[in-house]
């Protein structure tokens, strides 16, 4: 090739370097290069941190700038660098080199063919949707190998894609490099929903890290992020009592976190100055033995209506800490009762405005000197109150 075309294959190749970064998206590249009527093809991987280049029946290292080196000796080349959710494509000869990016999702023929025969799907349209998401989806056990949605995953699917959905608009207003926090991870089905969400329909950069105390679950969702090729994800075994975040998150979710868990979780985001904090509380039992109202006696004497009451109450404690944090709070079902009674979903979004904290703050400081409470999150975010 020209010269000036081995110029411009240089340029291009500092611009795949500085996408390249960490490696985070990365998923491989494959080179096809030209002599005449032959074509010689080519393989950039990822192993253990390094690229390496398998081409002419070897494998050795590999850096961008070795790109130019290897096509002065041919007529033309076609590389196609693959990463989540995009790929980019650059073809040169002796006329030129051209750099141009598309959709890596884009569904074929047969792959929509597929997904309408999907009958447990239904439809609904998902976010985090088949054919495009199928290697995640099987990945997590939403779906067989052979492409079906499991009947027995069918309500967990819509779980977390509805819970996507509903967030969906504050996900967008985050800045680029969004990091998330997932605490309570568990088996991390949202973790990897929000982060190809993230990735691959936004096109945001995004970190997210999951803590569980489990070491099962954690082992077992590191292993399923290397399988994916996520290598923006991290997973850490740690008891939320004693976790101090290494990066600060920009938003933070909760998905049935136990009793006081969901109150660790949402003052890891208050404390840590979250953007954003989602929480789909669960087991509600810390104020249940604590509150009393004196008006209500005749009616809390049924144990079953004092346990909703102190569920009710629990929650609206926790969005005026919220509030009086600095928060715009809002609260909704986000799934029908008949999928999960633990269906509430408590968003609060930090959009610069504080008018509203002084007056939350006082309200709170009423509320719990009336019912006689002393719910957990107040001193886990004592000095932001302050």
Known sequence: MKASTINQINMYAMMLSGRYGEGEYFLGAEISFKSGTKTFPAAVSLSDGSLTLTFGGGTRPFGW??????????DAMTLTYRERG????????????SLRYE??????????????????????EYLIAPPKANALLKE?????????????MVRKYNQIDHFVELIS?????????????DCACGKSYLSFALNYYLKDVLKKNCHVTGVDYSDTVIKASQAAAKRLGYGNMTFIKADLNDFTPERRPDAVISLHACDTATDLAIAA???GGAKAIFAVPCCHRELLGQYSYTPFEPILRHGIFKARQADLLTDGLRCLLLEA?????????????VETPKNLLIKAFKD????????????YFELKSLLGVSPKLEGLIWEKLQ
């Open 169 to 181: 608009d504050h996900l967008a207003r985050l800045g680029e490099d969004a990091e998330v926090l």
């Open 140 to 152: 997590i056990g939403i779906m067989s190998k052979e492409g079906k949605i499991k009947n027995d």
């Open 269 to 271: 985001g208050i404390n």
């Open 352 to 363: 610069g405005s504080e008018r509203r904290s002084e007056a939350a703050k006082k309200e």
């Open 65 to 74: 700038s070795d790109l130019s080196t290897l096509a002065k000796d041919y």
């Open 325 to 337: 944090a600095g928060y715009s709070v809002t609260a909704q079902e986000y799934i029908s009762p």
């Open 103 to 124: 959709d890596s999702g884009a569904a074929s023929a047969a792959d929509k063919a597929e997904h309408a025969s999907t009958a447990t799907v239904g439809a609904r």
């Open 86 to 97: 995009t790929n980019a494509i650059l073809t040169a000869d002796d006329r030129g080199a």
